[in-house]
Structures are given as structure tokens and as C-alpha cells.
């Protein structure tokens, strides 16, 4: 099994290979052609044009761009993702900093989106057409038609400025508190494991409302595809005969159906997982949550080419990691895709 696991590891890894060196290409090309002057930006309005080129070639903007591309390149393979204009820090370390804040943001809305949609879709296809079914219809529906900004701000306006519960949406910590000492970059482990339940209730009470933000955006695909998994599966052959061997209805739900039913859930929590990595982005900014995607925002709308590489980058990676762990998933709950592999 090990060696089957590695070699399908490095199969996959092979393959992704030339996926990431497009993102690298396309990346630096689109950076390149938005619209917008990196040097003219940080030369001020009153810059005269001289002090605008005099930018220019500090930053090697001057140079044919595949001078630029090589150099980019070679930076690449030491690790070397450049230096962000608008912090004024290596692009590397700020993304290290960052990315703690988006991975625990993103990882506790799909936590939350999995504690509902799947037991909503196992009841919604136990119980067709009773009104859990119809419920799960209704979420589906409305989770998906509501773009994930709008439901931030109305989840804002409702829970913070009406009813009092949320804090203000100002980031991972009031201003009243200490972040904990890092150990994971998660400030609701971190603060545990320092025994500090005050900073882990001023982590929850920040981090619960943003969180439940992207649980709604993923709502829809991970119930609609486990009800329609459960649907097929309890309808299949062995089903029947659990049933007609007397077990008992949850053991054969849980037992047989869901475990059969749980390779497209599998897939589709990883393609949810990748959309709300996109949609961590506007969240962060409606929450003024410090993750990459805000980062990666402000780089933007100043032009500042370094930031955004090395975000697009990052996620091309982190894809390709969650790809390669599904994979592996697929392998511990059916052993028949170990085989074929």
C-alpha cells in the first residue's frame, strides 16, 4: 500500500509539473499587461518624468520583458518571490505571515459547511420529499444565488450593527488583546495551547462571523452532491439486501450507503475548498481580515507586480497540494482505486 501511495504521490506531482510553470508564465505576462504604472504610482503625482524613469530602471522595469521573465525566473529557483513595494518586506515572508489567517478562515468555514451540508443531504435523501428535502433545496438554492460579499455585509449589518453579537469586522484580534505566541499561525489553537481561553474567545468572537460567511457560499454544492451520491447509492442492489437482512436503517445508511457515497462528496469538498480560496478574498476585505487575498488586493490596485505573483503562486500550490491529498483520500476509502493505481 505504501509504495503504491508514493508512487501515486509522485505521479501526480509529475504531472503538475507543467501546470505551474503556465500559472508562472501566464502570471507574469498579466501582471505586465493591467492596466496601470508601478513606477508612476510610487513616483508621486507630482513626479516629473525623468524621476518616473529614473523608477523605472531600479525596478528593471526598463528592460525587455524577456530580460524580466529570465530574471523572474531565476529568482524563482532560490526561493526569491521579490519585494513588495507596499510594505516594503521580502513578497515571501509577507505571504508567510499572512497565510495563516486566510488557511484558518477558510479550513473553519468548510468545517462549519461540512457539520451542516452533509447531514443535511444524508437526511434530505433518507427522507425524499419531505420537507428536509425540500430544505436542502431551498439552502442549495439561496446559497448559491447570494454572492458571498452581500451575505458578509448582511451578515454584518444584522449580528454587529443591529443585535450587538459580532464585534466590529477590524481582523483576527480586538485591539484590546495580545496575539498568542505562534506556534501554527491559528490563533484559536495557538491561543489553547497557551491556555489562554480570553484570547481564544476574542479569536472566536472575530473569527465566527466570516467563517459562517463561507460556510454559506459552500453550503450548496457539498449538500446537493451528497444527497444526490446518497440517492444513488441507497437505490443500488446491496442496499436492499442490508435492508432485507434485517440490519438495523442506520447502520445500513451510515454504514454501507454513505461510505459508498463518499467518493464524489470527497471531490466535490475539494473543488469547494478552491472556490473559497477565491471567495477568501472578498471576505477578507469585507471583514478587514489580514489574509493574502486583501494582501493581494492592495497590491493590485497599486500595481505593485511582486505581491500578486507570488500570491497567484502560492495558490496554484496550495491547489496542487489539495489535489494530491484527495487523491490519497481516494486510496483510504475505496481500496479498489488503490488497486487500479
Not at 427522507?127 to 430544505?135: K, V
Not at 490596485?301 to 489535489?323: C, E, H, K, R, W
Request: proline share 6%.
Amino acid at each position: 500500500m505504501e509504495a503504491t501511495v508514493f508512487k501515486q504521490i509522485v505521479r501526480r506531482l509529475g504531472t503538475a509539473v507543467p501546470s505551474l510553470i503556465g500559472v508562472v508564465i501566464v502570471t507574469f505576462l498579466l501582471t505586465r499587461v493591467l492596466p496601470g504604472d508601478t513606477a508612476a504610482y510610487f513616483a508621486g503625482p507630482a513626479a516629473t518624468p525623468q524621476a518616473i524613469a529614473e523608477i523605472k530602471a531600479q525596478l528593471g522595469l526598463d528592460r525587455p520583458l524577456p530580460v524580466q521573465f529570465l530574471a523572474y525566473v531565476k529568482d524563482l529557483a532560490t526561493g526569491n518571490l521579490g519585494m513588495s513595494l507596499t510594505t516594503g518586506q521580502p513578497v515571501f515572508e509577507d505571504i508567510r505571515a499572512r497565510l495563516p489567517a486566510s488557511a484558518e478562515l477558510t479550513l473553519l468555514g468548510l468545517i462549519l459547511s461540512v457539520a451542516v451540508s452533509v447531514p443535511l443531504g444524508i437526511l434530505a435523501a433518507v427522507r425524499q420529499g419531505s420537507w428536509i428535502d425540500h430544505l436542502c433545496r431551498v439552502i442549495a438554492t439561496a446559497g448559491v444565488s447570494l454572492p458571498v460579499f452581500f451575505t458578509g455585509l448582511l451578515l454584518v449589518y444584522v449580528f454587529y450593527y443591529k443585535l450587538g453579537w459580532a464585534p466590529a469586522p477590524m481582523g483576527r484580534l480586538d485591539f484590546f488583546y495580545t496575539a498568542p505566541d505562534t506556534v501554527t499561525g491559528f490563533y484559536l489553537i495557538d491561543s489553547l495551547l497557551a491556555g489562554d481561553l480570553e484570547v481564544f474567545r476574542a479569536a472566536w468572537s472575530q473569527i465566527w462571523l466570516p467563517a459562517v460567511t463561507l460556510a454559506i457560499f459552500s453550503l450548496a454544492p457539498i449538500a446537493r452532491m451528497t444527497r444526490a451520491s446518497m440517492l444513488s447509492v441507497l437505490a443500488s442492489d446491496f442496499v436492499r439486501t442490508a435492508r432485507a437482512s434485517g440490519l438495523k436503517p442506520s447502520k445500513v445508511v451510515m454504514g454501507y450507503a454513505f461510505r459508498n457515497a463518499l467518493l464524489p462528496v470527497i471531490t466535490t469538498l475539494g473543488m469547494v475548498f478552491s472556490f473559497l480560496l477565491g471567495a477568501n478574498v472578498l471576505v477578507e476585505k469585507v471583514f478587514a481580515w489580514p489574509g493574502i487575498g486583501s494582501y493581494a488586493i492592495e497590491a493590485l490596485i497599486t500595481s505593485d507586480y511582486a505581491p500578486v505573483q507570488g500570491f497567484v503562486l502560492a495558490m496554484a500550490i496550495l491547489y496542487v497540494l489539495l489535489n494530491l491529498a484527495i487523491d490519497i483520500l481516494y486510496g483510504l476509502v475505496d481500496p479498489r482505486v488503490r488497486i487500479e493505481a
